[in-house]
Protein backbone atom coordinates (compact mmCIF):
# COMPACT_ATOMS: atom_id res chain seq x y z
CA UNK A 1 0.00 0.00 0.00
CA UNK A 2 1.28 3.64 -1.15
CA UNK A 3 0.39 7.01 -0.81
CA UNK A 4 0.31 8.49 -4.16
CA UNK A 5 1.90 10.79 -6.21
CA UNK A 6 -0.87 13.29 -7.51
CA UNK A 7 -1.60 15.93 -9.81
CA UNK A 8 -5.12 17.36 -9.38
CA UNK A 9 -6.69 19.00 -11.71
CA UNK A 10 -9.97 20.95 -9.91
CA UNK A 11 -12.80 21.65 -12.46
CA UNK A 12 -15.14 24.59 -11.12
CA UNK A 13 -17.38 24.04 -14.24
CA UNK A 14 -20.56 25.34 -11.90
CA UNK A 15 -21.26 27.94 -9.47
CA UNK A 16 -20.82 27.53 -5.82
CA UNK A 17 -24.63 27.60 -5.28
CA UNK A 18 -26.12 24.97 -7.27
CA UNK A 19 -24.52 21.05 -8.01
CA UNK A 20 -24.94 20.36 -11.52
CA UNK A 21 -22.73 17.40 -13.56
CA UNK A 22 -20.02 20.07 -13.75
CA UNK A 23 -19.26 20.04 -9.99
CA UNK A 24 -16.03 17.44 -10.39
CA UNK A 25 -12.93 17.65 -9.39
CA UNK A 26 -11.16 15.47 -12.01
CA UNK A 27 -7.51 13.96 -10.59
CA UNK A 28 -4.56 12.35 -12.70
CA UNK A 29 -2.38 10.38 -10.80
CA UNK A 30 1.25 9.50 -11.66
CA UNK A 31 2.38 6.12 -9.52
CA UNK A 32 5.82 6.28 -11.57
CA UNK A 33 7.22 2.79 -11.03
CA UNK A 34 5.27 1.82 -7.69
CA UNK A 35 2.59 -0.31 -7.35
CA UNK A 36 -0.45 1.50 -5.57
CA UNK A 37 -3.37 -0.78 -5.66
CA UNK A 38 -5.45 -1.22 -2.47
CA UNK A 39 -3.68 2.46 -1.34
CA UNK A 40 -5.29 4.83 0.51
CA UNK A 41 -4.77 7.98 -0.57
CA UNK A 42 -5.35 11.51 0.90
CA UNK A 43 -5.16 14.20 -1.38
CA UNK A 44 -5.46 17.57 0.01
CA UNK A 45 -8.42 20.06 -1.68
CA UNK A 46 -9.65 23.42 -1.62
CA UNK A 47 -13.26 23.38 -2.72
CA UNK A 48 -16.10 25.91 -2.48
CA UNK A 49 -18.24 26.12 0.87
CA UNK A 50 -20.96 23.79 -0.68
CA UNK A 51 -19.10 21.34 -1.83
CA UNK A 52 -17.90 21.00 2.03
CA UNK A 53 -21.17 19.59 3.40
CA UNK A 54 -20.76 16.47 1.76
CA UNK A 55 -18.77 13.53 3.52
CA UNK A 56 -19.05 10.59 0.86
CA UNK A 57 -18.31 11.50 -2.88
CA UNK A 58 -19.03 9.43 -5.63
CA UNK A 59 -15.05 8.61 -7.51
CA UNK A 60 -15.05 6.93 -11.12
CA UNK A 61 -12.59 5.35 -12.32
CA UNK A 62 -10.66 4.56 -15.73
CA UNK A 63 -8.26 1.66 -15.35
CA UNK A 64 -7.15 1.67 -18.72
CA UNK A 65 -8.46 0.17 -22.17
CA UNK A 66 -11.70 1.70 -21.45
CA UNK A 67 -12.34 -0.07 -18.50
CA UNK A 68 -14.45 2.11 -15.84
CA UNK A 69 -14.99 1.62 -12.08
CA UNK A 70 -16.46 3.28 -9.01
CA UNK A 71 -15.95 3.52 -5.60
CA UNK A 72 -16.78 6.24 -2.61
CA UNK A 73 -14.56 8.56 -1.20
CA UNK A 74 -14.79 10.70 1.73
CA UNK A 75 -14.60 13.86 3.06
CA UNK A 76 -13.09 15.08 6.01
CA UNK A 77 -11.84 18.33 7.45
CA UNK A 78 -7.84 18.47 7.80
CA UNK A 79 -5.61 16.57 9.71
CA UNK A 80 -3.17 17.70 12.41
CA UNK A 81 -0.89 16.74 9.37
CA UNK A 82 -2.21 18.20 6.80
CA UNK A 83 -4.44 21.24 8.25
CA UNK A 84 -1.24 23.58 7.54
CA UNK A 85 -1.89 23.71 4.07
CA UNK A 86 -4.74 26.66 3.63
CA UNK A 87 -7.07 26.92 1.11
CA UNK A 88 -6.22 27.92 -2.89
CA UNK A 89 -7.80 31.36 -2.59
CA UNK A 90 -10.48 32.95 -0.87
CA UNK A 91 -13.94 31.79 -0.85
CA UNK A 92 -12.67 28.38 -0.78
CA UNK A 93 -12.81 25.66 1.73
CA UNK A 94 -10.26 22.98 2.83
CA UNK A 95 -10.94 19.57 2.92
CA UNK A 96 -8.78 16.52 2.28
CA UNK A 97 -10.52 13.76 0.26
CA UNK A 98 -9.83 10.14 1.11
CA UNK A 99 -9.89 7.23 -1.00
CA UNK A 100 -8.74 3.33 -1.72
CA UNK A 101 -8.23 2.51 -4.93
CA UNK A 102 -8.71 -1.11 -5.96
CA UNK A 103 -6.14 -0.84 -8.66
CA UNK A 104 -2.69 0.68 -9.45
CA UNK A 105 -3.09 3.27 -12.18
CA UNK A 106 -6.51 5.61 -12.27
CA UNK A 107 -7.63 8.67 -13.76
CA UNK A 108 -9.99 10.00 -10.89
CA UNK A 109 -13.42 11.84 -11.26
CA UNK A 110 -15.10 12.82 -8.25
CA UNK A 111 -18.40 14.06 -8.02
CA UNK A 112 -19.63 16.44 -5.12
CA UNK A 113 -23.10 15.28 -5.28
CA UNK A 114 -25.62 13.24 -3.00
CA UNK A 115 -25.13 10.18 -2.55
CA UNK A 116 -26.66 7.23 -0.31
CA UNK A 117 -24.53 6.74 2.78
CA UNK A 118 -22.64 3.77 2.79
CA UNK A 119 -23.98 0.74 5.07
CA UNK A 120 -20.10 -0.42 5.72
CA UNK A 121 -18.71 2.90 7.58
CA UNK A 122 -16.92 3.57 10.90
CA UNK A 123 -18.55 4.70 14.26
CA UNK A 124 -17.61 5.96 17.05
CA UNK A 125 -18.94 4.38 20.60
CA UNK A 126 -19.21 5.45 24.19
CA UNK A 127 -18.88 4.10 28.09
CA UNK A 128 -18.42 7.50 29.46
CA UNK A 129 -15.83 8.09 31.61
CA UNK A 130 -14.02 5.14 30.77
CA UNK A 131 -13.44 4.55 26.97
CA UNK A 132 -14.35 5.44 23.39
CA UNK A 133 -14.80 3.19 21.14
CA UNK A 134 -14.20 3.23 17.05
CA UNK A 135 -15.98 -0.20 15.26
CA UNK A 136 -16.35 -0.75 11.13
CA UNK A 137 -20.44 -0.83 10.92
CA UNK A 138 -22.44 -3.05 8.36
CA UNK A 139 -25.42 -4.42 7.77
CA UNK A 140 -26.51 -6.12 11.49
CA UNK A 141 -23.08 -6.12 12.69
CA UNK A 142 -19.95 -4.23 13.58
CA UNK A 143 -16.05 -5.01 13.75
CA UNK A 144 -14.54 -3.39 16.71
CA UNK A 145 -11.01 -1.86 15.73
CA UNK A 146 -9.39 0.42 18.32
CA UNK A 147 -10.52 1.49 21.93
CA UNK A 148 -9.12 4.81 23.46
CA UNK A 149 -8.71 4.14 27.56
CA UNK A 150 -9.63 7.42 28.99
CA UNK A 151 -10.72 7.16 32.45
CA UNK A 152 -10.42 10.30 34.54
CA UNK A 153 -7.50 10.46 36.83
CA UNK A 154 -8.15 9.30 40.32
CA UNK A 155 -5.47 9.01 42.74
CA UNK A 156 -7.19 8.55 45.69
CA UNK A 157 -6.13 4.50 46.05
CA UNK A 158 -2.87 2.88 44.44
CA UNK A 159 -5.35 0.57 42.51
CA UNK A 160 -7.67 3.69 41.10
CA UNK A 161 -4.31 5.32 40.47
CA UNK A 162 -3.06 2.33 39.05
CA UNK A 163 -5.58 2.30 36.20
CA UNK A 164 -5.72 5.79 35.23
CA UNK A 165 -2.52 7.55 35.38
CA UNK A 166 -2.17 7.88 31.82
CA UNK A 167 -4.53 7.39 28.53
CA UNK A 168 -3.38 4.72 25.71
CA UNK A 169 -5.18 3.27 22.51
CA UNK A 170 -6.14 -1.04 22.87
CA UNK A 171 -5.57 -2.41 19.07
CA UNK A 172 -8.21 -5.20 18.15
CA UNK A 173 -7.09 -7.91 16.50
CA UNK A 174 -8.21 -8.50 12.61
CA UNK A 175 -11.60 -9.62 13.87
CA UNK A 176 -12.46 -7.69 15.93
CA UNK A 177 -12.50 -10.79 19.05
CA UNK A 178 -9.64 -9.47 21.78
CA UNK A 179 -7.11 -7.11 21.91
CA UNK A 180 -3.59 -7.59 20.52
CA UNK A 181 -2.68 -5.01 22.62
CA UNK A 182 -1.47 -4.80 26.50
CA UNK A 183 -3.59 -3.00 28.91
CA UNK A 184 -1.41 -3.22 32.30
CA UNK A 185 -3.73 -2.41 35.44
CA UNK A 186 -6.71 -1.86 33.25
CA UNK A 187 -6.82 -5.75 31.90
CA UNK A 188 -8.85 -8.46 34.39
CA UNK A 189 -6.03 -10.22 35.46
CA UNK A 190 -6.88 -12.04 39.08
CA UNK A 191 -3.07 -11.68 40.09
CA UNK A 192 -1.76 -8.56 38.57
CA UNK A 193 1.47 -9.91 40.22
CA UNK A 194 1.61 -11.42 36.73
CA UNK A 195 1.72 -8.63 34.75
CA UNK A 196 4.99 -7.65 32.94
CA UNK A 197 5.77 -4.16 33.31
CA UNK A 198 2.48 -3.15 33.07
CA UNK A 199 2.82 0.46 32.97
CA UNK A 200 3.55 -0.85 29.12
CA UNK A 201 -0.12 0.18 27.42
CA UNK A 202 -1.05 0.02 24.03
CA UNK A 203 -0.19 2.24 21.27
CA UNK A 204 1.83 4.40 23.67
CA UNK A 205 3.47 7.89 23.59
CA UNK A 206 5.78 9.54 26.49
CA UNK A 207 8.91 10.38 27.99
CA UNK A 208 10.23 9.00 31.19
CA UNK A 209 13.09 11.93 31.29
CA UNK A 210 10.70 15.49 31.00
CA UNK A 211 12.74 18.59 32.00
CA UNK A 212 10.29 21.68 32.18
CA UNK A 213 10.44 25.01 34.26
CA UNK A 214 12.50 27.56 34.99
CA UNK A 215 16.64 26.23 33.81
CA UNK A 216 14.72 22.91 33.14
CA UNK A 217 15.17 21.96 36.29
CA UNK A 218 11.67 20.51 37.38
CA UNK A 219 11.28 16.62 36.33
CA UNK A 220 8.95 14.42 35.29
CA UNK A 221 8.40 10.62 34.10
CA UNK A 222 5.40 10.28 31.92
CA UNK A 223 6.35 6.71 30.63
CA UNK A 224 6.50 5.22 33.90
CA UNK A 225 3.55 8.29 35.85
CA UNK A 226 5.80 8.22 39.12
CA UNK A 227 4.82 10.35 41.98
CA UNK A 228 2.36 12.93 40.58
CA UNK A 229 3.06 12.48 37.11
CA UNK A 230 0.21 11.31 34.58
CA UNK A 231 -1.06 12.14 31.69
CA UNK A 232 -5.04 12.72 31.41
CA UNK A 233 -7.91 13.11 28.93
CA UNK A 234 -9.46 16.68 28.76
CA UNK A 235 -11.84 16.55 25.66
CA UNK A 236 -12.49 15.12 22.42
CA UNK A 237 -11.42 17.87 19.97
CA UNK A 238 -13.22 16.32 16.65
CA UNK A 239 -14.10 12.97 14.57
CA UNK A 240 -14.61 11.61 11.56
CA UNK A 241 -16.05 8.22 10.66
CA UNK A 242 -17.04 7.33 6.91
CA UNK A 243 -16.50 4.38 4.77
CA UNK A 244 -12.99 5.29 4.31
CA UNK A 245 -11.59 5.62 7.80
CA UNK A 246 -12.76 6.76 11.65
CA UNK A 247 -10.47 9.75 13.26
CA UNK A 248 -10.68 11.16 16.43
CA UNK A 249 -8.42 13.84 17.81
CA UNK A 250 -7.92 14.39 21.71
CA UNK A 251 -6.71 16.73 23.97
CA UNK A 252 -4.43 15.97 26.87
CA UNK A 253 -2.58 17.32 29.87
CA UNK A 254 1.00 16.24 30.78
CA UNK A 255 1.18 16.95 34.33
CA UNK A 256 4.47 16.77 36.72
CA UNK A 257 5.56 17.69 40.43
CA UNK A 258 2.42 18.80 42.32
CA UNK A 259 0.15 18.11 39.47
CA UNK A 260 1.91 20.94 37.36
CA UNK A 261 0.31 20.81 34.10
CA UNK A 262 3.69 21.82 32.19
CA UNK A 263 2.57 20.08 28.34
CA UNK A 264 -0.77 19.91 26.70
CA UNK A 265 -0.88 17.19 23.38
CA UNK A 266 -3.19 16.80 20.57
CA UNK A 267 -2.95 13.24 19.87
CA UNK A 268 -5.13 12.27 16.05
CA UNK A 269 -5.67 8.44 15.61
CA UNK A 270 -6.59 7.63 12.29
CA UNK A 271 -7.80 3.71 11.12
CA UNK A 272 -8.31 2.96 7.43
CA UNK A 273 -10.55 0.25 5.94
CA UNK A 274 -8.22 -1.51 4.05
CA UNK A 275 -8.17 -5.42 3.40
CA UNK A 276 -5.81 -7.72 4.82
CA UNK A 277 -4.94 -5.54 7.85
CA UNK A 278 -5.56 -3.30 9.80
CA UNK A 279 -3.80 0.66 9.15
CA UNK A 280 -3.51 3.09 11.93
CA UNK A 281 -2.24 6.42 11.61
CA UNK A 282 -0.79 8.46 14.95
CA UNK A 283 -0.32 12.25 14.82
CA UNK A 284 0.71 13.84 17.72
CA UNK A 285 1.43 17.68 18.84
CA UNK A 286 2.65 18.57 21.95
CA UNK A 287 3.37 21.79 23.09
CA UNK A 288 4.71 23.58 26.69
CA UNK A 289 2.34 25.49 28.62
CA UNK A 290 4.66 27.72 30.09
CA UNK A 291 8.91 27.87 28.67
CA UNK A 292 10.76 25.64 27.38
CA UNK A 293 10.97 21.56 27.69
CA UNK A 294 12.82 19.07 26.69
CA UNK A 295 11.77 15.65 26.11
CA UNK A 296 14.38 12.51 26.73
CA UNK A 297 14.61 9.26 27.85
CA UNK A 298 16.29 5.95 26.60
CA UNK A 299 15.06 2.98 24.21
CA UNK A 300 13.64 1.24 26.13
CA UNK A 301 11.35 4.20 28.10
CA UNK A 302 10.33 6.49 25.75
CA UNK A 303 8.94 7.45 22.24
CA UNK A 304 6.40 6.17 20.22
CA UNK A 305 5.97 2.63 21.06
CA UNK A 306 3.70 -0.77 20.81
CA UNK A 307 3.49 -3.34 23.41
CA UNK A 308 1.50 -6.95 22.35
CA UNK A 309 -0.73 -8.41 25.12
CA UNK A 310 0.41 -9.83 28.42
CA UNK A 311 -0.09 -13.04 27.15
CA UNK A 312 3.07 -13.12 24.52
CA UNK A 313 4.98 -12.33 27.77
CA UNK A 314 3.40 -14.95 30.07
CA UNK A 315 2.99 -17.58 26.80
CA UNK A 316 4.82 -17.11 23.92
CA UNK A 317 7.75 -14.73 24.39
CA UNK A 318 9.77 -17.40 22.55
CA UNK A 319 8.05 -17.11 19.66
CA UNK A 320 8.38 -13.58 18.93
CA UNK A 321 10.81 -12.53 16.28
CA UNK A 322 11.59 -9.15 14.81
CA UNK A 323 12.10 -7.77 10.97
CA UNK A 324 14.47 -5.27 10.22
CA UNK A 325 15.40 -3.03 7.06
CA UNK A 326 18.81 -3.70 8.07
CA UNK A 327 19.43 -7.52 7.93
CA UNK A 328 17.29 -10.67 7.52
CA UNK A 329 14.17 -12.02 9.87
CA UNK A 330 15.87 -12.37 13.25
CA UNK A 331 15.84 -15.79 15.18
CA UNK A 332 12.82 -16.54 17.60
CA UNK A 333 13.41 -14.89 21.04
CA UNK A 334 16.09 -12.97 20.09
CA UNK A 335 16.52 -8.97 20.67
CA UNK A 336 18.31 -5.91 18.65
CA UNK A 337 19.13 -2.84 21.01
CA UNK A 338 20.38 0.49 20.76
CA UNK A 339 23.53 1.03 21.80
CA UNK A 340 24.61 -2.40 21.75
CA UNK A 341 23.76 -2.43 18.10
CA UNK A 342 24.90 0.71 16.60
CA UNK A 343 22.46 0.30 13.52
CA UNK A 344 19.54 0.82 15.11
CA UNK A 345 18.74 4.31 14.40
CA UNK A 346 16.44 5.93 12.49
CA UNK A 347 14.61 2.73 10.82
CA UNK A 348 12.53 3.42 8.46
CA UNK A 349 10.15 0.94 9.39
CA UNK A 350 10.57 -2.29 11.56
CA UNK A 351 7.95 -5.72 12.07
CA UNK A 352 7.03 -7.72 14.92
CA UNK A 353 5.48 -11.37 14.66
CA UNK A 354 4.19 -12.58 17.35
CA UNK A 355 1.80 -15.32 18.59
CA UNK A 356 -1.34 -15.35 21.05
CA UNK A 357 -3.49 -18.41 21.31
CA UNK A 358 -3.33 -19.95 18.41
CA UNK A 359 -2.65 -17.01 15.58
CA UNK A 360 0.49 -15.56 14.32
CA UNK A 361 0.42 -11.55 14.04
CA UNK A 362 2.80 -9.43 12.74
CA UNK A 363 2.53 -5.35 13.46
CA UNK A 364 4.71 -3.35 11.17
CA UNK A 365 5.68 -0.26 12.51
CA UNK A 366 6.52 2.88 10.00
CA UNK A 367 8.24 5.72 10.71
CA UNK A 368 7.75 9.14 8.55
CA UNK A 369 10.99 11.19 7.52
CA UNK A 370 9.63 13.75 9.39
CA UNK A 371 10.01 12.70 12.44
CA UNK A 372 13.13 13.46 15.02
CA UNK A 373 16.08 12.58 14.56
CA UNK A 374 18.05 10.52 16.05
CA UNK A 375 15.52 7.92 16.96
CA UNK A 376 16.79 4.76 18.45
CA UNK A 377 15.36 1.65 18.58
CA UNK A 378 14.47 -1.31 21.05
CA UNK A 379 13.07 -4.89 20.97
CA UNK A 380 12.12 -7.18 23.37
CA UNK A 381 10.71 -10.68 23.51
CA UNK A 382 7.40 -9.79 25.21
CA UNK A 383 6.41 -7.83 22.31
CA UNK A 384 7.48 -4.20 23.48
CA UNK A 385 9.37 -2.29 20.57
CA UNK A 386 9.72 1.39 19.09
CA UNK A 387 12.07 4.08 19.47
CA UNK A 388 12.59 7.41 21.11
CA UNK A 389 14.28 10.76 20.50
CA UNK A 390 15.21 13.92 22.44
CA UNK A 391 13.76 17.41 21.75
CA UNK A 392 13.89 20.35 23.01
CA UNK A 393 10.24 22.20 22.91
CA UNK A 394 9.44 26.08 22.77
CA UNK A 395 6.51 28.41 22.29
CA UNK A 396 7.09 28.75 18.70
CA UNK A 397 8.39 25.01 17.93
CA UNK A 398 6.05 22.13 19.48
CA UNK A 399 7.27 18.72 18.48
CA UNK A 400 5.10 17.05 15.92
CA UNK A 401 5.74 13.23 15.26
CA UNK A 402 3.51 11.12 12.30
CA UNK A 403 3.93 7.25 12.25
CA UNK A 404 1.55 4.56 11.19
CA UNK A 405 0.98 0.66 12.37
CA UNK A 406 0.00 -2.43 10.13
CA UNK A 407 -1.53 -5.34 11.97
CA UNK A 408 -2.37 -8.36 9.89
CA UNK A 409 -2.85 -12.62 10.58
CA UNK A 410 0.81 -14.34 9.46
CA UNK A 411 3.80 -13.22 8.76
CA UNK A 412 4.94 -10.41 6.66
CA UNK A 413 7.37 -10.18 4.17
CA UNK A 414 10.42 -7.10 3.86
CA UNK A 415 9.07 -6.60 0.42
CA UNK A 416 5.36 -5.48 2.34
CA UNK A 417 6.89 -3.96 4.72
CA UNK A 418 8.75 -1.94 2.13
CA UNK A 419 5.73 -1.19 0.25
CA UNK A 420 3.61 -0.18 3.32
CA UNK A 421 6.47 2.70 4.58
CA UNK A 422 7.10 4.03 0.90
CA UNK A 423 2.95 4.30 0.54
CA UNK A 424 3.86 6.21 4.36
CA UNK A 425 6.70 8.29 3.47
CA UNK A 426 6.34 9.32 -0.32
CA UNK A 427 5.54 12.49 -0.52
CA UNK A 428 1.71 13.78 -1.94
CA UNK A 429 2.74 16.24 -5.21
CA UNK A 430 -0.53 18.53 -6.41
CA UNK A 431 -1.84 21.01 -8.19
CA UNK A 432 -4.95 22.70 -8.68
CA UNK A 433 -6.36 24.90 -11.58
Not at 116 to 137: C, D, M, N, S
Not at 150 to 171: G, I, Q, S, W
Not at 253 to 278: P, T
Request: aromatic content about 12%; some cysteine; charged content about 25%.
Amino acid sequence: MRRWLAAILVAFAASTSGFAQGNVVTITLDPGKNDYANAPLTIPLSVPKAWAAFTEVEVAMNVGRDVDMSTVGQLTAPSLVTESIKPAKEGLVRRDLHVVLPQNRAGLVVHFKEIKPQVTRFAWTEKKGEYQELILTRSGTFTPYLRYMNRPYDPETKDARDKTYKVFHHLYDTAGKRFVTNGGHTDNFADPKKLLFPHHRGIMYGFNKCSYGPDLKKKADTWHCTGDAHVGHEKTLATETGPVLGRHRVLLGWYGEKNERFAEEERELSVYHIKGGALVEFASRLKTTDGKIKVDGDPQHAGFQFRAHNDVAAITKKQTYYLHPIGTKGELGKERNWPGDKAMVDLPWYGMSFVLGEQRYSVCYLNHPSNPKETRFSERDYGRFGGYFEREITEDRPLVVNYRLWLQNGEITTEQAQALRTAFAAPLKWITK
